[in-house]
């Protein structure tokens, strides 16, 4: 009999699901295995008040071909944000907190923060109501280095809000860098998520010899031997401050790279679990993938732990080199490659 593991099932505590035939198409991937997954705001019209919050969540839901799951949308912050509304779909659970762009880091951030003591007040209410401030930690400045955006995030803006703020909530989403591991490990109210793509990829896989490969182009770019062996070991070795968030983020195949302008994002959800279970076997850590995959999030967001489980059984399967549905196509994270789990049974 092959191998096999049953964890609770999971939440995906950063995904995409963007609009239109995308979203028809793509929402029942994530919806497949987790229970609960934060719709990312930033859509071509970003989510930044009450109503559409609303609609956005019955959008993904109805297209979710599950009728337990559950989409849930923080607010796409802005430096004019109507804050009675967003303090009452705080207070209403109808955003689950609300996520920070600094302008232009990456796909639709161009409504994101440029200057963040702008929105001092948005954190002050996000303290107050014990909500979750997401950051896509990136500093952008024609001085840094693409590969220290995380760092220079960290030291010159995350740092300055976390000593204003200090109840603040926050989780530094698809931490890329050792040094954004060990700064997590080291302060309070901060956790991360981490993606299975920065834990497979280094820069040499995006940065050919003489070629670039569009489909491991996402930010933040992932990076070295050792920052990729930090997040290993942080996702792996049962620390509490780190949880599941895949980052999935699908372009169509037509617009990843037209006139040479790469779109960053890399699509996952048709393997992620399968993904994260390979890592975690890799690590030798098989039994610490249940509180990364379904405990740790859920903790940091003060929401219940998902009651049904799945099993996964050490099975060889190919996964698909694209999504072609409708009129979309998209490129599969780990297209045409072999993975060693998949998840066989839901709801066990
Ligand atoms: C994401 C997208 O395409 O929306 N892209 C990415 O490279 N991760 C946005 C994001 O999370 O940065
Ligand atoms: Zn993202």
Redesign the pocket.
């Known amino acids: 009999m092959n191998k096999n593991i049953i964890i609770k099932k999971p939440d995906d505590w950063h995904v995409?699901f963007r609009e239109d035939a995308m979203l028809e198409v793509i929402t029942k991937y994530s919806a497949r295995i987790n229970n609960r997954c934060i719709a990312?705001p930033?859509t071509k019209t970003p989510i930044t008040n009450s109503l559409q919050a609303i609609d956005y969540k019955k959008l993904i839901e109805k297209n979710s071909k599950n009728e337990n799951f559950q989409a849930l949308i923080p607010c796409y912050l802005t430096e004019n944000l109507d804050l009675v509304d967003f303090r009452n779909a705080l207070k209403n659970n109808i955003f689950i907190g609300a996520k920070l762009y600094p302008t232009n880091v990456?796909?639709?951030s161009s409504f994101g923060v440029s200057n963040i003591e702008k929105i001092y007040d948005v954190f002050e209410i996000l303290e107050k109501e014990n909500k979750t401030l997401l950051i896509?930690g990136e500093k952008i400045d024609k001085n840094i280095d693409i590969f220290d955006r995380e760092k220079y995030f960290i030291d010159e803006e995350l740092t300055t809000i976390r000593n204003t703020f200090q109840n603040l909530k926050i989780v530094l989403?698809?931490v890329s860098t050792k040094y954004g591991v060990d700064y997590i490990k080291s302060n309070s109210n901060i956790a991360g998520t981490i993606t299975p793509h920065h834990m497979l990829l280094t820069k040499k896989d995006v940065f050919l010899d003489n070629i670039i490969n569009p489909h491991h182009y996402?930010?933040p770019v992932v990076k070295n031997e050792n920052d990729l062996l930090a997040l290993r070991k942080a996702a792996c070795k049962n620390n509490t401050k780190f949880f599941l968030g895949t980052?999935s983020?699908p372009?169509e195949m037509k617009h990843k790279f037209p006139n040479m302008k790469l779109?960053?994002?890399?699509f996952s959800a048709a393997c992620s679990i399968e993904l994260y279970a390979k890592i975690f076997e890799e690590e030798n850590s098989l039994d610490k993938l249940e509180t990364f995959a379904s405990i740790n999030g859920p903790k940091f967001y003060n929401l219940p732990i998902n009651e049904s489980t799945i099993r996964l059984e050490k099975i060889d399967w190919i996964v698909p080199e694209f999504v072609k549905e409708k009129s979309i196509k998209i490129k599969n994270f780990f297209g045409n490659k072999k993975i060693n789990w998949k998840v066989v049974d839901l709801n066990v």
Do not use: L, Q, V
């Not at 779109?263 to 890399?266: E, F, R, S, T, V």
């Open positions: 995409h990312m930033n990456t796909t639709n896509h989403e698809h996402c930010m980052d983020a372009h779109k960053p994002g890399i």
